[in-house]
């Protein structure tokens, strides 16, 4: 699958607590004058982006944080074959949703399980999709918020964090979807998709 590529976001943040050394570890939070400048002034305080993370990040952006620097292999679905953009999406939904969604991009896409999300919408945890091989759900990744979303780009490169309104994603963006959580349950919809060719 081939993928543009983005910059990579600043690599380090000031010690705290589990939720900021997870941040630090996978450069989410800047850590000097430059890198601060390029964020809004609201994500420039690492409580404040500490405590928006807190609040909205989802077990599925969590579980995927984990996987940043695993190198793409195409059709590869584990940390240790490596992943291409729909085997991360897989294996992070199923390792912390228990939800086996389909293999291929644009069968997760198709996925009459997964709720429709408007861009205005997003929360972190979406998929969301895009034309990258000039056909229609091509890509996917996984929302984390702030604009940006998480996934596995191409040969050579490995999972990262890209921004979604970077020109390159901007004009590729097809939409997104959410796997439902039963109200009254409060946890994961749990289904057993049939396995499909690698992607």
Same mark, same amino acid.
């Given at each position: 699958? &081939?993928?543009? !590529?983005?910059? &990579?976001?600043?690599?380090?943040?000031?010690?705290?607590?589990a939720m900021l050394q997870l941040l630090k570890e996978?450069? %989410?939070?800047p850590s000097d004058a430059a890198a601060s400048a390029a964020l809004p002034a609201s994500a420039t305080s690492a409580p404040t982006v500490v405590q928006q993370l807190r609040d909205a990040a989802s077990d599925a952006v969590l579980a995927a944080m984990n996987f940043i620097g695993t190198p793409y292999r195409r059709g590869g679905?584990?940390?240790?074959? $490596?992943?291409?953009?729909?085997?991360?999406?897989?294996?992070?939904?199923? %390792?912390? !949703? $228990?939800r086996v969604l389909p293999r291929r991009a644009d069968e997760q896409? =198709?996925?009459?399980? %997964?709720?429709?999300?408007?861009?205005?919408? !997003?929360?972190? $945890?979406?998929?969301?999709?895009? #034309?990258? %091989?000039r056909r229609a759900f091509s890509h996917v990744g996984i929302y984390i918020g702030d604009g940006r979303f998480i996934h596995a780009p191409r040969s050579g490169a490995s999972v990262r964090i890209e921004d979604m309104r970077a020109a390159y994603? &901007? =004009?590729?963006? #097809?939409?997104?979807?959410?796997?439902? !959580?039963p109200a009254a349950a409060g946890g994961p919809v749990i289904l057993d998709t049939a396995r499909s060719a690698a992607h």
């Open positions: 699958m &081939a993928c543009g !590529l983005a910059p &990579a976001l600043p690599a380090r943040a000031e010690p705290g607590d996978r450069g %989410l939070l679905s584990t940390a240790e074959q $490596g992943f291409d953009c729909s085997g991360f999406t897989r294996h992070v939904f199923e %390792l912390s !949703l $228990g896409a =198709r996925d009459r399980e %997964l709720l429709t999300v408007d861009r205005s919408e !997003l929360r972190p $945890g979406d998929l969301v999709f895009f #034309n990258t %091989l994603w &901007a =004009r590729r963006y #097809n939409g997104a979807r959410r796997a439902e !959580l």
